[in-house]
């Protein structure tokens, strides 16, 4: 079954460093076949908190969004993330 991470920003204080995540970040993505379904973009909220930005890829498995969220590649691009941004991240399994 295939397997989601979704991500939702609840404020960007640095979006220079987002860029340079977003950069580290996609190859470690792309090793693990996770394809990027929506990064940004036009929103309208409609029910609860407005978010600055949703980001969803799609894996394989949950095994494979495991394994890229605990390697050491996506581990370096979070590293970036720190102090810059804050962000809810699940990993959901579906169709």
């Known amino acids: 079954m295939k397997a989601y991470w979704i991500a939702i920003y609840s404020d960007l204080n640095n979006l220079e460093s987002l860029k340079a995540y977003a950069e580290k970040a996609t190859p470690a993505i792309k ?4 394809k990027i379904l929506v990064r940004g973009g036009k929103t309208e909220t ?3 908190t407005p978010s600055p930005r949703t980001v969803i ?3 394989s498995s949950m ?5 890229c969220y605990h390697s050491a590649e996506y581990q370096e691009a979070k ?11 699940q990993i959901v399994e579906g169709v």
Do not use: S
């Open 31 to 34: 090793k693990f076949n996770g």
């Open 79 to 89: 590293k970036i993330a720190k102090g810059n941004f804050n962000r809810h991240i």
């Open 63 to 67: 095994q494979d969004a495991l394994d």
């Open 46 to 48: 409609i029910e609860g």
């Open 57 to 59: 890829i799609e894996f």
